[in-house]
């Protein structure tokens, strides 16, 4: 998450050029050395060939909080908590007016009692540190931009959405017991629903205005309208029809409850509709948690929530804390776990890392169904590149190998690596690697083709997307590595014909069943075991807004979640009286674990702190007679030393029951955290008996000793306990994080010798500055920045700027509070980041003042996650080079 500094915009942008020789340095990692006997090393992600996120030319410019827009949280229990409705108005009223004392002008946009007490304001940035002052205020947090995923392009078909239902049991539980989901309400806070569709009770007519309240989309709300997008500052226009223009929110809600052509999870539900995104572009947290208080009030049993903020993974954000409040108060909330897997670790975010939710990874349907051409003979099916112009449905073309497979010709990355082509009526066939598929795109463009035809080099289904500039204005599409291998042979013996098809195949995934490659990693920041559970989210076929062609695929977490919430849905009518911890602990206890995706050949589970309690097996969750109290178990940090937890198993069956009681462990992963090394690495896990006897009706208890003596801080390792009886497979998991979570460098260098001064190129951009000495005027950007990451979430995050004198000697600017800026709770950094100063600060009596001409340094001082203040082995501080004010707007000795 962004460090916002008051009135300046967050340029990230080109790197110097003299930063290169630090870059490839930096990319050079080893694994670490562990102690003798310790665990093995299996090798990093990149290793094992995932496109792990790698330091280029460009820094990403959008940040995720939205400068001026804070959400204030204010002392007193919300009502969901015990609070009273009119002491908190009363409360947050007090807080305006102490605010307004304090000469802190702030605009209140919403405010929020039910299940979070506080406001969503506007302010100048520059006010937040003494708004925290402020008597009645308990934090400020940032409103975060919240991504709505790409729609998937349609596809023309008559769909039956078999294979994700099959692989969690729901088809079972609809056929053998009769479950819909009748009775049950969900509601969906996305990005609308086209109640317009058939399959989810709609006319057919596309007319936001028809069919809505129907008798499957029941209610709900449109907070935001068509236009509003939070990073442009274009304001919510509400109103009363959740319609989608986006698609993200009608696909979910296919996967919940469709019944037509698309058959749902619990396909007689009831949906609310909460329209929290415009057509396009992203939502905030405010807006997020308007819809979530919404719910309660309209008595949705399940929420479900396919989004989140990104690597805010501390449990204290207001959208969290709100979901708990849900979650309390007898509604289940099911949530993504987040689509940054190939980020590595502590990659998840607010609102799935909340206790109580059902956080979601996702799993790789078992089948996909895919438009598809025809070569050599056999079905091709392909996923058609976003940003380029729609496959044809008819007509064939030559097929042209760029190279030999593994040839730096065969992975076609400029026009002259490639063979042109002879004629029009022609594709180039390219292996994918070592350049972006944009750059394979336009290779074959500029080399004459009218179509390239990309094929994997793993196994897995892949979405690229081929935006850039110039524009791509000729087909690609994507296909699997198995008929891209099988068309290059064919090629070597003769001419090959690809022929393009109408409609859609069906067709096995040579992932299916594996964790998919986007799904993100916990833990949260307080260490925490998250994700809970897997569901397909892989290739999933649902439905689609009418003007998108009313049905189509997507993959991500955002289409797990709602697998879970349909099954929700059934367990609740299935046993009414479930509480939502109730709900989860049946789930988390019944669940598969799940083979390593990354290598499942050798044997190993997948991290335990990327699934969960293994895919979802509603089957057996319906069934069971046996609880387990604990759905899942987080040990913390290893410095505690070995642990011992009591489990309680109840047997609601009549007959008694014997469990035999052992342990499976996942792969742990090491730093660093954006490219994980992978381990075996099997901590202490000692039941107190390998088996027990419970009598019907009873509860009887085992203990557990837990814990890790791998003589390395650092380690997030795990697995599950089992409770296996003739009727039952029942686990839970546990995971920890070795050694001493503060002794973990928190300040990372990206491969880039960051932290580092920076220095503004003019355009927007910020180059490295690594050995200082720059001069600032402070005019038009031309201000001093620090481009900094990090490895591990934040505790707390000061800046300080310091005057140098002729002699050397550092002097605190502002000496009479201390800081020039600070903030609290940052998460993990997935790319570096850049902080501007442009030379003020305020005083102790709030006035804001700016440094006069000179030499300064700015230095930044982190406080590890979870770290004692008190403790100087807790914090990490990084001082810039030196550099020079020189403002040529004021005279030499002027301050203002």
């Not at 790197?15 to 665990?39: E, M, N, Q, S």
């Not at 897997?341 to 790789?364: E, K, Y």
């Amino acid at each position: 998450m962004p460090f916002i500094h008051p009135h300046l915009p967050r340029p990230r942008g080109v790197l110097a050029a003299a930063a290169g020789a630090t870059l490839v340095a930096g990319l050079l990692v080893t694994t670490p050395a562990l102690a003798d006997g310790g665990p093995e090393p299996l090798g990093s992600a990149s290793d094992l060939g995932v496109d792990t996120p790698t330091p280029d030319e460009v820094l990403d410019a959008a940040p995720e909080a939205i400068p001026g827009r804070w959400l204030v949280e204010v002392s007193g229990d919300p009502v969901l908590r015990g609070g009273s409705r009119s002491a908190n108005v009363s409360a947050q009223d007090t807080v305006s007016a102490r605010a307004a004392d304090a000469s802190i002008p702030l605009t209140v946009d919403t405010t929020y009692v039910q299940g979070w007490n506080g406001m969503a304001v506007q302010m100048d940035d520059a006010d937040v540190t003494k708004l925290r002052a402020v008597d009645g205020v308990e934090a400020v947090y940032p409103v975060l931009e919240v991504a709505q995923p790409e729609p998937a392009e349609p596809a023309d078909a008559g769909p039956e959405d078999v294979f994700g239902n099959a692989m969690t049991g729901v088809d079972q539980v609809q056929e053998v017991d009769g479950l819909t989901g009748e009775g049950v309400t969900v509601a969906v806070i996305d990005s609308g629903i086209d109640y317009n569709n058939p399959d989810l009770g709609g006319s057919g007519v596309n007319d936001e205005k028809a069919d809505f309240p129907g008798d499957r989309v029941v209610g709900g709300y449109d907070y935001v309208g068509d236009d509003y997008d939070s990073t442009t500052g274009i304001p919510a226009a509400p109103d009363a029809y959740p319609d989608d223009c986006g698609g993200h929110g009608t696909h979910v809600a296919g996967i919940i409850g469709a019944d037509g052509e698309v058959i749902g999870a619990a396909p007689d539900v009831d949906l609310l509709s909460y329209r929290i995104f415009g057509c396009d572009g992203t939502s905030s947290t405010d807006v997020i948690l308007e819809a979530m208080e919404q719910s309660l009030t309209d008595g949705a049993d399940v929420v479900n929530m396919s989004l989140g903020a990104s690597f805010m993974t501390w449990q204290d954000y207001p959208t969290a804390q709100l979901a708990d409040s849900l979650t309390a108060n007898g509604v289940t909330v099911v949530i993504s776990a987040g689509n940054e897997g190939a980020a590595g670790t502590f990659s998840s975010g607010a609102p799935g890392v909340a206790s109580d939710a059902i956080t979601v990874a996702s799993v790789d349907n078992t089948h996909m169904r895919t438009p598809f051409g025809i070569a050599a003979d056999g079905e091709r099916a392909y996923a058609a590149a976003t940003g380029g112009p729609a496959a044809p449905t008819e007509g064939e073309l030559a097929l042209i190998p760029a190279g030999e497979p593994g040839t730096e010709a065969a992975q076609g990355c400029t026009a002259d690596a490639v063979p042109p082509a002879a004629s029009s009526g022609q594709a180039l066939l390219v292996e994918r690697g070592v350049c972006s598929f944009y750059e394979k795109a336009l290779a074959g463009q500029e080399a004459g083709y009218d179509a390239v035809i990309l094929y994997n080099n793993s196994p897995g289904a892949v979405n690229p997307t081929v935006e850039g500039d110039p524009a791509i204005t000729i087909p690609v599409v994507m296909i699997g590595q198995a008929d891209g291998a099988a068309l290059q042979e064919a090629a070597a013996a003769g001419d090959v014909t690809w022929a393009w098809q109408e409609g859609t195949t069906v067709v096995e995934n040579a992932t299916g069943g594996l964790v998919s490659d986007f799904s993100s990693y916990g833990l949260t920041a307080e260490l925490e075991l998250k994700p809970d559970i897997a569901a397909p989210g892989g290739s999933i076929w649902s439905t689609v807004p009418l003007e998108q062609g009313g049905h189509g695929a997507k993959s991500g977490t955002s289409m797990a979640a709602p697998h879970v919430a349909g099954a929700a849905a059934l367990l609740l009518q299935a046993h009414p009286a479930l509480a939502p911890k109730d709900v989860k602990t049946a789930m988390m206890n019944t669940a598969d674990p799940l083979t390593w995706s990354l290598s499942p050949d050798q044997g190993y589970l997948e991290p335990v702190h990327r699934q969960g309690a293994g895919l979802l097996d509603l089957v057996e969750a319906v069934h069971t007679t046996t609880s387990i109290g604990a759905p899942s178990i987080s040990l913390g940090e290893g410095e505690q030393g070995l642990q011992t937890v009591t489990l309680g198993v109840t047997n609601d069956s009549d007959q008694e029951k014997t469990y035999d009681i052992g342990v499976q462990h996942g792969v742990a992963t090491g730093a660093p955290t954006e490219n994980p090394q992978f381990y075996t690495a099997e901590g202490t896990a000692d039941p107190s008996a390998s088996s027990m006897t419970v009598p019907a009706g009873a509860t009887s208890e085992v203990e557990v000793t837990l814990g890790e003596d791998f003589g390395e801080d650092g380690l997030i390792y795990g697995g599950w306990v089992t409770f296996t009886s003739a009727d039952d497979d029942l686990v839970v998991p546990f995971a920890g994080l070795s050694g001493d979570y503060q002794a973990l460098p928190v300040l990372s260098d990206q491969g880039m010798g960051l932290p580092s001064l920076g220095v503004s190129d003019g355009a927007g951009g910020v180059l490295l500055d690594p050995e200082g000495g720059s001069t600032y005027t402070m005019q038009d950007g031309d201000i001093p920045y620090l481009a900094y990451a990090f490895s591990y979430p934040v505790e707390r995050l000061e800046m300080k700027a310091y005057s140098v004198s002729k002699t050397g000697k550092l002097r605190l600017v502002n000496p009479g509070v201390g800081l020039i800026d600070s903030t609290d709770h940052l998460g993990r950094s997935p790319e570096p980041e850049v902080y501007g100063w442009d030379g003020t600060y305020a005083l102790k009596n709030e006035r804001v003042r700016t440094v006069k001409d000179g030499d300064y340094v700015l230095q930044m001082r982190v406080l590890k996650p979870l770290g004692d203040p008190e403790n100087p082995d807790h914090w990490e501080t990084y001082t810039s080079p030196q550099f020079t004010i020189d403002n040529p707007a004021r005279g030499k000795d002027d301050a203002r």
